[in-house]
C-alpha cells in the first residue's frame, strides 16, 4: 500500500524559511506525482506544489517562494518555504496517486498524509 508522512512543521515568523518533508512508500498507479495541498481554518485545500520524474508546477500564491523537490528514488519529497507570510499559515499536507491530470484538485488524489502545522507570526 502507499504511505505518506510529513514532517518538518513548526512556527516561524514572518519572513523566515522552512523545510516540509514528504516521505512516501509503496507503489503508486496512475499518474506518478506527489503533491503539496495546505487548508487554512475555515478554507477549502488549496493546491500548494507538484512535482513528477520531470517537471514541477507551483501555485500563483507561492511561486517564487516555494521550491519543491526529491530525491533519486522519489522516496522524499521536500517543499522549501521561503520569505514566508502570515498567510501561509495552514496545515500542509502531501499527496499521491494523482487519477488523470487535473493535479490542483485534492479529489483526484488517492493517498494523503497526516498533515503538519505551518504557523507564521507577524
Known amino acids: 500500500q502507499v504511505q505518506l508522512a510529513e514532517s518538518g512543521g513548526g512556527l516561524v515568523q514572518a519572513g523566515g524559511s522552512l523545510r516540509l518533508s514528504c516521505a512516501v512508500s509503496g507503489r503508486t498507479p496512475g499518474t506518478y506525482a506527489v503533491s503539496w495541498f495546505r487548508q487554512r481554518p475555515g478554507a477549502e485545500r488549496e493546491f500548494v506544489a507538484v512535482?513528477?520524474?520531470?517537471?514541477?508546477t507551483y501555485a500563483d500564491s507561492v511561486k517564487g517562494r516555494f521550491t519543491i523537490s526529491r530525491d533519486n528514488t522519489f522516496n522524499t519529497v521536500y517543499l522549501q518555504m521561503e520569505s514566508l507570510k502570515p498567510e501561509d499559515t495552514a496545515v500542509y499536507s502531501c499527496a499521491s496517486g494523482l487519477r488523470g491530470s487535473d493535479y490542483y484538485d485534492p479529489r483526484r488524489y488517492d493517498y494523503w498524509g497526516q498533515g503538519t502545522q505551518v504557523t507564521v507570526s507577524s
Open positions: 512535482i513528477t520524474w520531470g517537471s514541477d
